[in-house]
Antibody
Framework: EVQLVESGGGLVKPGSSLKLSCVASGFTFSSYGMHWIRQAPKKGLEWIALIYYDSSNKYYADSVKGRFTISRDNSKNTLYLEMNSLRSEDTAMYYC????????WGQGTLVTVSS | DIVMTQTPSSQAVSAGEKVTMSCKSSQSLLYSENKKNYLAWYQQKPGQSPKLLISWASTRESGVPDRFIGSGSGTDFTLTISSVQAEDLAVYYCEQYYDTPLTFGSGTKLEIK
């Protein structure tokens, strides 16, 4: 069974940093591109980053470019999202998801940016 | 960026009724080399993560009831639920994966009368 489990969310102040993790199981992690998608409270879905299966290419939404970094460790079956210079508008549930289309999603980890 | 426009934003129907929702993209999602439309539909029930229902505009995922029907090509797509059930209460999103950034529609909220 495919599982994606996010962690690392929490309450942080504006300007601070946070690193999210997504542990994958039930499939060959190193064969799939992986994404981060977020959803602000009561809002729709916003794609924020993609990393290829071998980390050869990374893509970001304009809203996070230069502040967020996607990475992965295929030996640990883990996807990461390093978030710097956090703003109140980054407050959201953050999901990791596999492939295109986004066939499997984690349960999400909540990031709240507030003073 | 490809803009995805979903209508209506919400819809209330009675159980057993048929419902259709629309998704339009600002450019074609049909890739000429493989004749595939890079369009997916997701269902997000209250308090849950999104779930992939339909990929390639019309291919139902394993385990998805056959009352969910995806259709369309190019820039115009439709999700039809042939006979709505109470458990279909959810927000439905379309998404294009033709190009990065991946983009989603704003969603259609389905309410059951």
């Amino acid at each position: 069974e495919v599982q994606l489990v996010e962690s690392g969310g929490g309450l942080v102040k504006p300007g601070s940093s946070l690193k999210l993790s997504c542990v994958a199981s039930g499939f060959t992690f190193s064969s799939y591109g992986m994404h981060w998608i977020r959803q602000a409270p009561k809002k729709g879905l916003e794609w924020i980053a993609l990393i290829y299966y071998d980390s050869s290419n990374k893509y970001y939404a304009d809203s996070v470019k230069g502040r967020f970094t996607i990475s992965r460790d295929n030996s640990k079956n883990t996807l990461y999202l390093e978030m710097n210079s956090l703003r109140s508008e980054d407050t959201a549930m953050y999901y990791c998801a596999r492939g295109e289309p986004l066939a499997y999603w984690g349960q999400g980890t909540l990031v709240t940016v507030s003073s | 960026d490809i803009v995805m426009t979903q209508t209506p934003s919400s819809q209330a129907v009675s159980a057993g009724e048929k419902v259709t929702m629309s998704c339009k993209s600002s450019q074609s999602l049909l890739y000429s080399e493989n004749k595939k439309n890079y369009l997916a539909w997701y269902q997000q029930k209250p308090g849950q993560s999104p779930k992939l229902l339909i990929s390639w505009a019309s291919t139902r995922e394993s385990g998805v009831p056959d009352r969910f029907i995806g259709s369309g090509s190019g820039t115009d797509f439709t999700l039809t639920i042939s006979s709505v059930q109470a458990e279909d209460l959810a927000v439905y999103y379309c998404e294009q994966y033709y190009d990065t950034p991946l983009t989603f529609g704003s969603g259609t909220k389905l309410e059951i009368k």
